[in-house]
């Protein structure tokens, strides 16, 4: 029998949770991090490379797959698990960043949706908040986001309330399409910029609609470290204990430190991997940019803590030397071993749940990675 979607948290650490979440294609320790598979690939690496890191669950991104290669064509395969031959869980994000952030064109309507043009070809579409969950269902992902507007980082306040008073009409609409899928989840989206009673104000709403997580929007959009765990310090002693939380679009190692710190249990970001493809290298003894010419006789190793995929055995000389003449091989190593760090972080993490010794852990890394 298929497991339904479910969540249970293990362990606390003060504000810091271990937890598990059950889902018919696997089970996901939380903390997580989700790599991201923008258009059905995690650039640059193998899914199998990726489940070995400890990989558990990967983004994939709705707008993207619905304009390339349209959901049709991953549906004539089975839908985007047997497109991209993923075993792993998968969440699909509602579009609506990409909307506001890639667009050529974009006009928001309270009713129709999002208005838009491609930043491919110019070509005119309507992203609802019920076209989004129906692409999400054709894609057959795992957990589903609901639509909502992300607007960039603004001190106006009426217009971030506006904006978040459209994207809870939108969760609404979006839980109405989603329908009964207990194998599935969607996860509510909390908006409000940086203002703390409109957070709470935007989660209480949301609470009342019912989701089977909460998600944090609308941070990684310019703010500091600093106003983000604000924002976090404002809204997680509300957040529901029973239901996973999750900060979209988070961020560096000491984000996610901060993070978990404060009681949220999945992140993704596009760093490790975009970072792997330009050069920068995230280890235990902090950030490497392995193109400075530092590194042209350096033969130790990145990490000398990584043994997965025997990647100590290319030294800092030669993954500099892949870099400076653009062989692909440098970004792919790179990619790989910046995921696998970031999946490291996370065990590490868990592990000192676990043991009550996490806010040791903390401090011990805050400001070194």
């Not at 989700?34 to 983004?59: C, E, H, N, W, Y």
């Not at 609901?146 to 603004?154: F, G, L, N, Y």
């Not at 404002?234 to 996610?256: A, E, F, H, Q």
């Amino acid at each position: 029998m298929a497991l339904n979607f479910s969540f249970n948290v293990l362990n606390n650490d003060k504000n810091s949770r271990l937890g598990q979440i059950k889902t018919h294609r696997g089970i996901i320790d939380t903390p997580a991090f989700m790599p991201v598979g923008t258009q059905a690939t995690v650039k640059g690496t193998f899914i199998d490379d990726i489940i070995k890191t400890g990989s558990q669950i990967i983004l994939a991104n709705t707008y993207h797959l619905m304009l390339r290669p349209g959901t049709k064509r991953i549906l004539s395969q089975g839908g985007l698990h047997e497109f991209m031959n993923c075993k792993l869980p998968i969440l699909t994000d509602s579009g609506g960043f990409q909307v506001m952030s890639l667009s050529k064109l974009n006009k928001v309507d309270k009713d129709k949706g999002a208005i838009f043009q491609s930043h491919i070809d110019g070509k005119k579409f309507i992203l609802s908040p019920e076209e989004s969950i129906r692409v999400q269902t054709s894609l057959n992902s795992d957990i589903l986001m609901v639509m909502d507007e992300c607007p960039k980082k603004s001190n106006d306040y009426k217009k971030i309330k506006s904006s978040m008073n459209m994207s809870i009409h939108w969760a609404e609409r979006s839980k109405v399409a989603f329908g009964k899928n207990p194998k599935k989840a969607l996860f509510g989206i909390i908006q409000g910029g940086l203002f703390n009673d409109l957070r709470i104000d935007s989660l209480n709403q949301l609470i009342n609609i019912g989701f089977d997580g909460y998600a944090v929007g609308g941070l990684a959009v310019g703010e500091s470290q600093k106003e983000m765990f604000k924002v976090l310090d404002g809204i997680v002693n509300v957040m529901p204990k029973d239901k996973p939380r999750y900060l979209m679009g988070v961020g560096t190692p000491s984000d996610i430190l901060g993070a978990v710190k404060r009681g949220i249990d999945m992140f993704d970001c596009v760093l490790p991997t975009r970072s792997g493809r330009t050069g920068l290298a995230f280890t235990w003894n902090g950030r490497i940019n392995i193109r400075n010419s530092k590194y042209k006789n350096d033969n130790s190793p990145l990490d000398n803590n990584t043994n997965k995929f025997n990647l100590n055995k290319y030294t800092k000389n030669y993954l500099n030397h892949l870099f400076n003449t653009n062989e692909m091989l440098g970004s792919m190593l790179l990619t790989l071993h910046n995921v696998n760090f970031y999946q490291e972080l996370m065990n590490s993490i868990r592990n000192n749940i676990k043991k009550g010794k996490f806010h040791q852990f903390h401090d011990k890394y805050i400001n070194k990675l």
